[in-house]
């Protein structure tokens, strides 16, 4: 049994010693542009010399290192070893090279790599951006490695623009350029802000940034509307805030004459200045600031009006020959209501007038009590609407006033709103032509 152990024993140790390689790791993490470095121990255990060749089949890294090599019987070569990327790698790869002699052994790398700067990349702007306008870039890229790429992403954005795609091939060892546009948005604020390019080919294959100077860019808009309406005029005035900073300043509107006892201001000014009404304001970036200015006439017209109807009003009553006014009075036991007494007041302002007529009408929902003033009628006559009252007047001398009058009350008793229409007089002027002049009508309300 000690025997058996002691054999296999002397064979790992054997196993151990006739070893033909060991690796030193010099740098293994590393970037794309850079190259992985190793030392590779190869040891001839024999007693002859013996040759080896170094073999080494990968589309991804390339080697640099001697390919042949003899090492004497019971001696170590070192040998040093260079692996760089050329084409697409993972970050974490593993690189195998062939050493043959009498036997062949498998060396594997371990190799960590960084591809983010796989592709150069060069991004140019101009030195000062307006928002308003699109912004001109200038993108060169350059494949640091051998192999051709194809359908490449090309990712251009920054925090004040819509982000940009690009696909295209890019050939290995080559170097491509490339102009667009990229518009920004009108409200950014001044000042400095990060352009970015990300190159994808399923990882980030490349980046790179540059300084986006955004400028100030005034653009206030002038606002200016007007209405006009029936006696009413509004005007609006104001200015808008396109630019993309804050706009400060003061709008003035100059109301002078009768106007100004017309108009009122929404808001209103923040001072007078002589015959200028002034505001002042600060717009933010695609804020508004709007004055609106009413001028009403309606309440000035609609006064005249009244005045000079009531005006026409006496002047037609002043200058008629004759005038026929109409009112009533009511008739009253106690604090009760029982009728009406209907006066006309007839007066004459002309010349001595003769067989004066004057007529009345009276609806025939309201009776007659049969009860006159001291001028009786000389006729009552019955309608079907209405009943009509009669007066002769032989003799009416210039300024002389007469006073018609009756009374009435309501056959079912109630009166409420009571119409009663107009009284109307007949004469015969100088020329012995038949004139009529009516009195006012009343809407009468008896409770």
């Excluded at 024993?9 to 151990?16: A, E, K, P, R």
């Excluded at 084409?87 to 983010?116: A, R, Y």
């Excluded at 890229?141 to 925090?159: E, W």
């Excluded at 109307?424 to 009529?436: E, Q």
């Amino acid at each position: 049994m000690k025997r058996v152990v002691i054999l296999l024993m002397f064979l790992l140790l054997i196993n151990v010693v006739n070893a033909d390689y060991s690796i030193k790791i010099v740098d293994n993490d590393i970037r794309y542009v850079e190259e992985a470095e190793f030392v590779l121990y190869v040891t001839n255990t024999d007693v002859l010399d013996k040759a080896y060749i170094i073999e080494f089949f990968s589309d991804n890294f390339e080697l640099f290192s001697e390919r042949n090599l003899v090492v004497k019987g019971g001696e170590t070569e070192v040998v040093d070893v260079m692996l760089k990327p050329i084409g697409v790698v993972d970050e974490e790869n593993k690189v195998n090279l062939i050493l043959k002699s009498s036997k062949e052994e498998i060396v594997v790398f371990d190799i960590k790599v960084d591809s983010s700067d796989m592709i150069y990349v060069n991004l140019d702007v101009e030195k000062e951006i307006d928002p308003k306008d699109d912004m001109i870039f200038s993108l060169k890229l350059r494949n640091n490695g051998k192999n051709d790429l194809k359908d490449l992403t090309v990712k251009i954005n920054c925090d004040v623009c819509e982000e940009s795609n690009l696909i295209l091939d890019l050939g290995g060892n080559s170097e491509l350029s490339k102009q667009g546009k990229l518009k920004i948005d009108s409200t950014t604020n001044p000042g400095l802000y990060d352009l970015n390019v990300e190159i994808w080919k399923g990882s980030l294959i490349g980046s790179g940034s540059t300084d986006l100077y955004v400028i100030m860019s005034s653009d206030i808009k002038k606002i200016e509307e007007k209405e006009e309406k029936f006696l009413i005029n509004i005007l609006k005035i104001g200015r808008e805030n396109q630019g993309n900073f804050l706009s400060e300043g003061s709008l003035r509107l100059e109301v002078s004459g009768l106007r100004k006892y017309f108009t009122k201001f929404y808001p209103e000014p923040d001072r007078v200045e002589g015959s200028e009404n002034v505001w002042d304001y600060k717009i933010g970036v695609n804020g508004k600031f709007v004055i609106t200015a009413v001028s009403d006439y309606r309440l000035f017209v609609f006064g005249l009006l009244v005045i000079v109807l009531i005006a026409l009003v006496i002047i037609y009553y002043k200058t008629r020959k004759i005038v026929v006014v109409k009112y009533v009075k009511p008739i009253k036991e106690g604090k009760v209501v029982k009728g009406l007494k209907v006066f006309l007041v007839v007066e004459n302002k002309d010349k001595l007038m003769r067989n004066v007529r004057v007529f009345d009408y009276v609806p025939v929902l309201i009776s007659l009590s049969g009860k006159y003033g001291t001028i009786k009628p000389s006729k009552v006559e019955k309608g079907s609407k209405f009943n009509k009252i009669k007066w002769d007047v032989l003799k009416l001398d210039k300024w002389e006033e007469r006073i018609l009058s009756y009374e009435i009350k309501s056959r079912l008793h109630i009166f409420g709103r009571l119409l009663l229409p107009r009284a109307v007089l007949k004469y015969r002027d100088g020329k012995g032509r038949i004139k009529k002049v009516k009195s006012n009508f009343l809407n009468v309300r008896v409770r």
